[in-house]
C-alpha cells in the first residue's frame, strides 16, 4: 500500500547534537512538507518542496534543515541551532491541485523527539 | 495570510449526543477549507474538505461540515458521538496568498480535543 513512512518513531537526543528525521514516500507526490507539533499550538510549517532539488521555508525554519534530492526523499536535520527541539514532527506529501482544486495532504505517522 | 480559529481547546460530550466542534477562518478568497482527525501518537487523517462546490460536505466516519461564508465558518458536526471518535480534530486551510502554487500548504488551527464520556 500506498504511504508515507516516518523513522525513527521515537529518537532521544543529548542538548548539542544533530539529528535527521527520515520521511519517505511511495505516492508518487510532487510535494512535501514538515510540521512540528507542540500541545496546544497545532501544526506550525518548516520547510516545504514542491520539486526535487527546491524547497522553501516555512514559518519556524531555523535551527532546521532539509534536503530533497530524490522525489520520494525529504529528511529533516535538527540542528543544535533549535533552541527547543523537543516535538513532535510530521511529513507529509501531496500531489498538487486536484480537480476540484484543493490540495490534499497525506501524514505520516510522525516522530517524537525528545532532547535530554 | 489565511489563518483559522478553534474555539474550544478541549470539548466534552456524552456518548449519543451531537458533536459540534467550531473553525472560523479569515481569508479574502474563497478559501478551500480542511477538517482532520488525530489519534494519540499517530498522524493527521482527512475527514473533509470543502471545495466551494457545496456548501455541507459531508465527510467520513459519520462527521459533515457547512461552510458559511456571512460567518465565516466552517463547524464539524455529527449527529451521534461514538466512543471511538475521541480524538483531537484540526481545522485547517489552503495559504493561497503566501503561496502561489498548486501545492499549497495548510495552516492549522490549534486544534480542539474531543473527550466521549460513556
Known amino acids: 500500500d500506498g504511504g508515507i513512512t516516518q523513522s525513527p518513531k521515537y529518537l532521544f537526543r543529548k542538548e548539542g547534537q544533530n539529528v535527521t528525521l527520515s520521511c519517505e514516500q511511495n505516492?508518487?507526490?510532487?510535494?512535501m512538507y514538515w510540521y512540528r507539533q507542540d500541545p496546544g499550538q497545532g501544526l506550525r510549517l518548516i520547510y516545504y518542496?514542491?520539486?526535487?532539488?527546491?524547497?522553501q521555508k516555512g514559518d519556524i525554519a531555523e535551527g532546521y534543515s532539509v534536503s530533497r534530492e530524490k522525489k520520494e526523499s525529504f529528511p529533516l536535520t535538527v540542528t543544535s541551532a533549535q533552541k527547543n527541539p523537543t516535538a513532535f514532527y510530521l511529513c507529509?506529501?501531496?500531489?498538487?491541485?486536484?480537480?476540484?482544486?484543493?490540495?490534499?495532504?497525506?501524514f505520516g505517522a510522525g516522530s517524537r523527539l525528545t532532547v535530554l | 495570510a489565511q489563518s483559522v480559529t478553534q474555539l474550544g481547546s478541549h470539548v466534552s460530550v456524552s456518548e449519543g449526543a451531537l458533536v459540534l466542534l467550531r473553525c472560523n477562518y479569515s481569508?479574502?478568497?474563497?478559501?478551500?477549507l480542511f477538517w482532520y482527525v488525530q489519534y494519540p501518537n499517530q498522524g493527521l487523517q482527512l475527514l473533509l474538505k470543502?471545495?466551494?462546490?457545496?456548501?455541507l460536505v459531508k465527510g467520513i466516519n459519520g462527521f459533515e461540515a457547512e461552510f458559511k461564508k456571512s460567518e465565516t465558518s466552517f463547524h464539524l458536526t455529527k449527529p451521534s458521538a461514538h466512543m471511538s471518535d475521541a480524538a483531537e480534530y484540526f481545522c485547517?486551510?489552503?495559504?493561497?496568498?503566501?503561496?502561489?502554487?498548486?501545492?499549497?500548504?495548510?495552516?492549522f488551527g490549534k486544534g480542539t480535543r474531543l473527550s466521549v464520556i460513556a
Open positions: 470543502y471545495t466551494s462546490a457545496a456548501t
Open positions: 507529509a506529501s501531496s500531489t498538487g491541485q486536484s480537480s476540484s482544486g484543493a490540495n490534499v495532504l497525506t
Open positions: 485547517a486551510v489552503s495559504d493561497h496568498r503566501r503561496w502561489n502554487s498548486g501545492n499549497t500548504p495548510l495552516v
Open positions: 505516492l508518487n507526490h510532487d510535494a
Open positions: 481569508s479574502s478568497v474563497p478559501p478551500y
Open positions: 518542496s514542491q520539486i526535487v532539488n527546491d524547497f
